[in-house]
Every structure is written in structure tokens, then in C-alpha cells.
């Protein structure tokens, strides 16, 4: 590499004019300006030229990915807004998304307050006592120790279980499980230490419980812990977690309590349970879990916009938040080390009074109508794909 001697008029007679490279001082700025020369260009073009390179090294890389999912008709496409298809597999169940009752409140709810925009920056460190009181409000709501909201139902499965399992831990999961526990598992302390349970299949479950107290000495003693992690209602399939054996065989083969069962409620929230308070309430399980997530972007219409019908039908227009309930101290230690909590924006103020008008609503008695007429109208759908119509 070649630098020409130019120096400044300032320097002209100074040592400084005998600069080369070899000679640079690199702890600090030379006296003289040595700038480079036209010998730089053929350097620069040859970064240029790799540059390039790579970058089509890469896009070529990917291309060859997206067309192989294209052949196998997995490829993935962003809705274009204007089909004219019908719409089978969005939230909206019951296209209920113009609730007008919900609408006006929520518009004068807005009305009323001074802050409804952002939330100043991370839970951490906005004094944001709106989300504390509706955390209360939830975890009364769903008979629960306490509450912890999260922007989403993927930062908080993401979230706990990429903290929460302890080294020497063990992670059982349904087969169907959803993506966001699998990436929390990934970046969790025991990413080698979880396994996979057939689908809904206790016997399954039991193999591996049966396995695990075998073959793991902590595990067997009571000094490393077992997590149980399921879906209430699966979406893909629509069919229940059998949780009240999960719950007994879990406990019958860990009298120690070093076992902890994690219910992802997402598909029942708002359907299920007394005025939606989902199946491990219907079934009176509380106690029986350690922690419950429950999302208001299904049922409580949330993710997949503001179109959601059920969470219409209810008076729910979440955006996207989801609340995990839990224990005090494991509340306590997500909010020392889940990641997608500490380093993200919380919840703005118009999220948690959208939330607080629609669990007005679900409480009241129109809520309380829609949950004797859901069932009904269940029965009527699976009445209807029996006769196939
Ligand atoms: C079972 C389950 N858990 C969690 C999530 C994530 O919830 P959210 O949409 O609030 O991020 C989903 C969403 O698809 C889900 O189906």
C-alpha cells in the first residue's frame, strides 16, 4: 500500500513530510495530512468487487432456499390485501370485528385520558401504573398469584423459557407445540435437554417422565426440575390437551413438586372457561400449573389486526398483548432476566385501556350472554361439517 507525501504547508519543513505506513504512529494523529493517492483505487475496487461478490454469494444462497420451499409449496407470501377469497383460518371467528358498543368506549375512554401514546421506553424503566393495575386486574381476573404482561404471546413463551429452566433442567413438550416456545427453549441454559412427547399422548408423556426418573439421578431426587410445556386447545387440529391427566400423571410420578407444568391458553383464552377464562379455570386447575399465558390476539382478537371477530364479539380489540400468570418469584425473576420483556418498548397507554375496555365488557353481562351462546354456535359449526356442508 502506497501513500503519497503531501503534506501541509503548516509541516512543510517537519519530520512529519517523512511519513510512510510502517512509520505511522497509530496511538495518534500524525503532524502532517497524508491522504491517499490514485494507488488506492485498484485496493478500493478489489473491496468493491468482493463486496459485491459476497453480497451475490448470499442472495444466491437464499434465492435457491425460497425456491426450494416454492417447489415444495411451502413458500410463504404477505396477504395482498386484495383477494376476494374467503377467510377460514384468521381469528375472527365470528366476524364480530365492527363491534360499535366497544368502539364508541374505547374512543371515550381515549377521549378522557392525557396519555394514550407510547409508554416512554422499557418496563423497566417507565413508571407505567396503568400495566400494574390491569397485572392485578388479570391475575384476579384469571385467580391467579400475580400477572405479567408482554407485548406479545411469542415474546412471552420466548421470554420464559429461554430463562426460567435452570442449568441441569429438563424441557418435556408436546410434539405440536408452538414456535415461540421452541426458539425460548433454543436460547435457554438446557437446549439439550428437551424432548419431544407425542401429541396429546399420555402414554407418551408417561414413557418419557418414566425415562427421565430412570435415567436422571437429579431429575429422580428432587434437585433438578422437570417442565411440562402444552397447549390447552391446539389450533392446527382443534383438539384439547387431555390436561387433567397431564396434571395427575405429572404429579403422581414427581411427589417431590420439582415438576411444572406450563399451559399455553392462546386458542382458548376468551372461549373457554367462565367468561373465557380458559380450560385450566374450567377444569379448576389453577393451583395445579406454574404458570398459565394467555394471548388477547386469538379469541380476544388481537394479533392479525384489529379485524378479529370474537374479540369483536367480546368487546376485545387488543393489539397484540399477552399476559403469563405465575408465582411472585418467578414474576419477579422474568422480570430480572426475560429478554424479550427488559429490552423491548412496553405496551403503550392506548393498549392497556383498549384491554381494560374490553375486560369491561367480557365481565359485564353482554360477555356473559356471548359465553352461553359460543357454545352453540360450536355445536352448530361441527353439526354443519358432519353433514359436510
Ligand atoms: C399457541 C400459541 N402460542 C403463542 C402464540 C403467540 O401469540 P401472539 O400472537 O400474541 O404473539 C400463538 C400465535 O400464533 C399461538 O398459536
Redesign the pocket.
Known amino acids: 500500500m502506497k501513500f503519497q507525501k503531501r503534506v501541509s504547508a503548516r509541516n512543510q519543513n517537519s519530520q512529519a513530510s517523512e511519513i510512510r505506513p510502517e512509520s505511522f504512529d497509530r496511538s495518534g494523529l500524525p503532524d502532517a495530512v497524508v491522504e491517499p493517492t490514485f494507488h488506492v483505487f485498484p485496493l478500493f475496487f478489489i473491496v468493491f468487487w468482493s463486496f459485491q461478490y459476497l453480497m451475490h454469494g448470499l442472495e444466491s444462497k437464499l434465492k435457491a432456499t425460497l425456491d426450494s420451499r416454492a417447489k415444495r409449496q411451502i413458500l410463504r407470501r404477505l396477504p395482498s390485501g386484495t383477494t376476494s377469497l374467503v377467510d377460514f383460518c384468521s381469528n375472527d371467528y365470528l366476524s364480530l370485528s365492527s363491534n360499535e358498543g366497544l368502539r364508541k368506549k374505547f374512543i371515550e375512554e381515549l377521549s378522557k385520558t392525557k396519555f394514550i401514546l407510547g409508554s416512554g421506553g422499557s418496563r423497566l424503566l417507565s413508571d407505567v401504573p396503568g400495566h400494574d393495575k390491569l397485572e392485578r386486574r388479570l391475575a384476579t381476573f384469571f385467580n391467579a398469584p400475580c400477572a405479567l404482561l408482554f407485548n ?4 412471552a ?1 420466548a421470554g420464559f423459557f429461554s430463562c426460567v429452566p435452570q442449568p441441569g433442567d429438563v424441557i418435556l413438550y408436546d410434539e405440536y407445540i ?1 414456535a ?1 416456545v421452541h426458539d425460548g427453549m433454543r436460547a435457554s441454559r438446557v437446549p439439550q435437554s428437551t424432548f419431544a412427547f407425542k401429541h396429546n399422548d399420555l402414554n407418551s408423556l408417561e414413557d418419557h417422565l418414566n425415562r427421565l426418573i430412570e435415567e436422571n439421578m437429579d431429575v429422580s431426587k428432587g434437585l433438578a426440575n422437570v417442565f411440562v410445556a402444552v ?1 390447552s386447545l ?2 392446527m387440529d382443534g383438539d384439547f390437551a387431555p390436561l387433567q391427566g397431564i396434571v395427575e400423571l405429572v404429579e403422581k410420578c414427581f411427589p417431590m413438586g420439582n415438576s411444572h407444568i406450563i399451559v ?1 391458553e ?2 382458548s383464552t376468551g372461549l373457554y372457561g367462565e367468561n373465557g377464562r380458559g380450560i385450566v379455570s374450567l377444569l379448576g386447575l389453577e393451583n395445579r400449573v406454574t404458570a398459565r ?1 394467555h ?4 379469541a380476544l382478537a ?2 392479525g389486526g384489529m379485524r378479529n371477530s370474537l374479540k369483536s364479539l367480546l368487546g376485545l380489540t387488543f393489539a ?3 399476559v403469563i400468570l405465575t408465582t411472585p418469584i418467578i414474576r419477579h425473576y422474568l422480570i430480572n432476566y426475560a429478554r424479550p420483556l427488559i429490552y423491548t418498548t412496553a405496551l403503550s397507554h392506548s393498549n392497556i385501556i383498549n384491554a381494560n375496555c374490553s375486560f369491561d365488557m367480557l365481565e359485564s353481562e353482554k360477555g356473559v350472554k356471548v359465553f352461553l351462546l359460543y357454545p352453540l354456535f360450536i355445536l352448530y359449526l361441527n353439526h354443519r361439517s358432519y353433514q359436510g356442508t
Not at 152 to 155: I, L
Not at 295 to 298: A, E, Q, R, S, V
Request: no cysteine; aromatic share 14%.
Open positions: 406479545s404471546g411469542f415474546d413463551n408452538h415461540s397447549e391446539y389450533s399455553d392462546a386458542h399465558l394471548t388477547f390476539g386469538k388481537g394479533s397484540i398483548i399477552a
